[in-house]
């Protein structure tokens, strides 16, 4: 048998394991909401519902809940196979619906935030030269990761909204009602982005390999930008998961800060609610998105980083 | 250590005692009651009677967030503490166990590591139910793969040193040699990690608490106050600006100190 390039070995793989991160959030996801107290079909009518008993009867029979654990799971990973995650107690449509309806604001939040975290990154590792620069920029990091999301972003509207008045205090679909959230929610991951840059970018200059470059008669500026940043950029591809799931998690704050419509406030709502089936969704699709990053970083850092392809030939 | 890095870690200790102090009790630094109301005293900015101002019940918001330090701390380090040590026994087990147990051990870890680490504590405070337990129950099980994984690592270089061997050969026991040669060796980084930990616990607690799953009203929790204060931002700016500014200060603290622990252990 002819044997697979490298790259296409590692894709398989990846996809593999892709498939084993979904199953396997799924299958917890379908325990852990079993282990939920409390009766779906009550929760469903709400307390206040003046339903009779055959009523409940009929409704758990139109959900499957009247079969066997297993039959529920295996029902369950088939409709998953075929996209379909199931109905909401609460909002009375289905679970793909509510998650398309609600996406697209928070991928214009999140995208526009990891722009701004990564210029933000790469203004502060380009522009902080020298002893002093880096240790300011280094501190001023270390403070916008400390410092809680939600508060940054009550912080930024009480000075830009409230005081100022540049953007808007309410929410509204206008690009400068965009700019305090994203602000909000790219100011930690920059700073995470930036920390993990610098480390690489210095490291890298330290190297057998720069002191040849310097030798050869390279410049100063070349060196940074030619070596020092791609070298940086493979530390900083590697925690790419890590960094997009802090945005998914971030979202939930900021847009609630914010009073922005979005996936987070829909999981907020649905965790409140115990609208289980809407949870069990996002839980699926942001363990998806986490191992999907996840293996693009893998791939990218084959192309980036020679040693890890030849590393695997080997 | 450099001058500078003496100076910050002192002020970092000094914090840290502080929390302290204001954990135990709190009235020793300010003697006023964090929930006694005085409705006509409502919206007070910053003055010397209220050097942080009052809430929108005429609350002291200096007294509330002294008094939040307690639950905010507490719940932090619970947190911390529990999975750490879950951590520490789920990784040196699948360091130590043969290869099949390590293999699903791993794969479930790296299974729950695809979540991001504040939706997983929300989704596991939606099961078992809002408030401080709940909060700190969640906190610590999203936490354990981080510790797991670190634990693993270090079981399986300990493993093969010398002395381990030693022991196996001498005919101890596995679970005794685990206990006296490798978890002293694994549990230096564990301990840099946790200390900063401890901070990154206190953010998630107060982030839930802000969503109103944590503590519950009229208890003083950072969270709970900086909620206060967003919903009164255009009028009462102080309300939601001290508590962030003891959350970051905590966190601050923690992570210098977490680095100094790490520098330590990476000399030893």
Do not use: C
């Amino acid at each position: 048998m002819r044997r697979l390039p490298g790259w296409a070995a590692e894709l398989l793989r990846g996809l593999g394991g892709l498939l084993v991160v979904v199953w396997g959030a799924a299958t917890l996801g379908f325990l852990a909401v079993r282990l939920v107290p409390g009766d779906p079909v009550d929760t469903m009518l709400g307390i206040h519902a003046q339903v009779g008993e055959h009523i409940k009867e009929q409704i758990r029979i139109d959900l499957g809940l009247d079969r066997s654990p297993l039959e529920q799971y295996l029902a369950y990973l088939g409709r998953l196979l075929t996209g379909d995650l199931g109905r909401s107690y609460q909002l009375n449509t289905t679970v793909v619906e509510v998650i398309g309806q609600q996406l697209p604001s928070t991928l214009q939040l999140t995208a526009a935030a990891m722009v701004l975290a990564i210029a933000l990154a790469l203004a502060s590792v380009l522009l902080a030269r020298g002893r002093v620069g880096a240790a300011v920029a280094s501190t001023l990091e270390l403070v916008a990761v400390s410092a809680p999301t939600f508060w940054t972003g009550l912080l930024l509207l009480t000075v830009f909204g409230f005081g100022l008045g540049w953007f808007p205090v309410l929410s509204s679909s206008s690009p400068a009602a965009l700019v305090l959230p994203a602000l909000t929610l790219a100011l930690p991951i920059g700073a995470i982005l930036a920390q993990v840059l610098r480390e690489g970018v210095t490291g890298a200059l330290d190297q057998p390999f720069a002191q040849t470059a310097r030798a050869r008669g390279v410049g100063a500026a070349r060196m940074l930008g030619r070596h020092g940043l791609r070298h940086g950029a493979v530390s900083a591809v590697a925690i790419g998961g890590y960094l997009v799931g802090s945005l998914l998690g971030g979202a939930v704050l900021v847009e609630t800060v914010f009073a922005r419509p979005g996936l987070g406030r829909v999981a907020l709502r649905a965790i409140l609610d115990r609208d289980m089936p809407v949870v069990l969704g996002l839980v699926i699709l942001s363990a998806l998105v986490v191992a999907t990053v996840n293996l693009l970083v893998d791939l990218v850092l084959r192309r980036l980083d020679p040693r890890i392809r030849l590393g695997a030939a080997r | 250590m450099s001058a500078v890095q003496r100076v910050v870690m002192v002020v970092a200790i000094a914090v840290a005692a502080v929390l302290v102090i204001a954990a135990i009790a709190p009235t020793l630094l300010w003697p006023l009651d964090p929930l006694a109301t005085d409705p006509g005293g409502a919206f007070a900015p910053p003055s010397a009677a209220h050097p942080f101002g009052t809430d929108q019940s005429g609350r002291d918001v200096l007294a509330r967030v002294l008094a939040g330090t307690r639950l905010s701390l507490g719940v932090g380090l619970a947190a911390t503490t529990a999975a750490l040590v879950v951590g520490l026994a789920i990784g040196t087990a699948s360091g130590f166990a043969g290869r099949g147990v390590d293999s699903v051990l791993t794969r479930a870890i790296e299974v729950i590591t695809a979540f991001p680490e504040f939706l997983l504590a929300l989704v596991i405070v939606a099961i078992i139910g809002p408030g401080p337990i709940g909060v700190a129950v969640a906190i610590s099980i999203a936490a354990v793969p981080a510790y797991a994984r670190v634990a693993r690592a270090g079981t399986l270089s300990a493993r093969r040193a010398g002395h381990v061997t030693a022991a196996r050969v001498l005919g101890v026991g596995a679970v005794r040699t685990a206990w006296r040669h490798v978890v002293p060796a694994v549990m230096g980084p564990l301990l840099a990690m946790a200390t900063i930990g401890v901070g990154m616990a206190i953010v998630t607690a107060a982030g839930l608490a802000f969503l109103g799953l944590g503590a519950q009203p009229p208890t003083p929790e950072w969270g709970l106050i900086l909620d206060d204060g967003r919903n009164h931002l255009g009028r009462a700016w102080w309300i939601a600006l001290f508590p962030g500014i003891a959350i970051t200060v905590t966190v601050l603290a923690t992570s210098v100190i977490g680095r100094a622990v790490r520098r330590r252990v990476e000399a030893a």
